[in-house]
């Protein structure tokens, strides 16, 4: 293994006091990397459990998504952050890209940004199919392949959406 590569997985997976790595959360990784990337090789036109990535601002996460992830499924990074915040109503950056990131910017703690939050969640994660919005364009539906990264810092955890029964998820 690279020094960069050890380097890297050690801020994103290594515990602070210890310096072991947490194989539970690397395992995870690891497989939901490799079912994507069958799943891209195989054309599914889906979403999968969107991966969160949560540690101080120098730990490399959002180096990891780019260097690792990104590569990994095709090359394609749609930046998700003006659209869930509201800032664009605009999508077909997103519906042009397998991976869908959210990083960097100010916290989304107002209460309708969390839900327009968790609605995207719920579009990357369940549904087949995504509408498709560009600038004067008409909307339309499509089936589409793509992979949810959130990168956020530990105070940022409370921006996000409450994991209740309408989200659908289990918390690991």
Not at 42 to 61: E, L, V, Y
Not at 80 to 89: C, Q, R, V
Not at 95 to 101: D, H, L, Q, R, Y
Request: include cysteine.
């Amino acid at each position: 293994m690279l020094v960069r590569e050890r380097e890297l997985l050690n801020g994103l997976f290594a515990q602070r006091r210890r310096k072991q790595w947490d194989f539970t959360q690397v395992d995870h990784l690891a497989a939901m990397l490799k079912l994507s990337w069958l799943a891209l090789q195989r054309g599914d036109q889906s979403g999968a459990p969107a991966s969160f990535m949560c540690g101080p601002g120098d730990a490399g996460k959002t180096l990891f998504i780019d260097d690792v992830v990104v590569p990994l499924f095709g090359g394609r990074r749609g930046s998700a952050y003006n659209y869930i915040t509201g800032l664009t109503s605009f999508n077909d950056e997103l519906i042009s890209s397998e991976v869908w990131v959210v990083d960097d910017g100010p916290p989304v703690g107002d209460y309708t940004v969390r839900r327009r939050l968790a609605s995207l969640l719920k579009q990357a994660v369940a549904s087949r199919n995504v509408a498709c919005h560009a600038k004067g364009k008409a909307q339309l539906t499509v089936p589409l392949y793509r992979r949810l990264f959130v990168a956020l810092n530990p105070e940022e955890i409370e921006n996000l959406p409450p994991l209740d029964d309408s989200m659908g998820v289990s918390a690991h």
